[in-house]
């Protein structure tokens, strides 16, 4: 999906980052809006894992003629050096998931119950998403940032969610004692949700989960994260600033 919205405003220019050859076609192209949603974990995965990739930006303006050229009418879309077309973020994130190492296992772990686990929170995770998702058909502004507001209010549902996401997280991380792909998107995701693109969502939603709080923690303070970031031109990409912070 592209995040079941549309995003507002002008946006970067297509560009590319990551590691390249000049003389060949990159094995993968990122094609997503330029904020840190659906297509940042993969990005992210990609970097994590060193692969040769391209990230291209897609604008608002440019994604009505694009939409009907991809397979669901949706982003992410991953382009291989072959030309075929990956779509699907979870099931995407999964994939890289499965190819990256780290430590001594694969970032979606290969222990079948580890890695039912790391999904079912990622789903739970999920849950949040769509209760946020139809707040955008809010025409009026007040009234779309008091209803977020509420949402992430003791008693409402996004809190209500997160409190019991809260609860079954590990100290560390999401789920086992090592990085798996569930922690990378915790970690967007909670990001993302400070980022602004949110009217009305406080910006210290996370205070009353601290297990959230240190999942997102632990991401942000590995070296190749913070180096990943550290990158980001943040007058460019204002949104980034949470995952810089």
Known sequence: SSFGFCPRGKLSPPRVTGP?????????????????????PIRLLMHLGKMDFA??????????ELKPKTKWGQMPVVVAADGSEMTQ?????RYFGKLVSWGSD???????????????????????????VPTFKIED???????????????????????KIDSFCGEKHVVGDAL????LWFHFFLLFLRSGFFDGIPADYMKPFTKLQAVVANVSSIPEVKEYYAKKDLKAEPMYTPFVE
Not at 20 to 38: E, H, N, Q, W
Not at 141 to 163: H, N, V
């Open 20 to 40: 390249r050859s000049a003389a060949a076609m990159p094995d993968f192209t990122v094609k997503y809006f330029g904020i840190p949603a659906l297509g940042e």
């Open 89 to 93: 973020a979870k099931a995407l994130v």
């Open 106 to 132: 694969k970032l979606y772990p290969t222990d079948a119950l580890l890695a039912f686990k790391a999904d079912e929170m990622i789903d739970a995770m999920e849950d949040v998403r769509m209760k946020i």
């Open 141 to 163: 502004q007040a009234e779309k940032e008091a209803a977020r507001k509420a949402l992430f209010g003791p008693g409402g549902d996004c809190y209500t969610l997160l409190e």
């Open 180 to 183: 798996t792909i569930a922690d």
């Open 55 to 64: 990230d291209e930006r897609i604008t608002f303006e440019a994604w009505p």
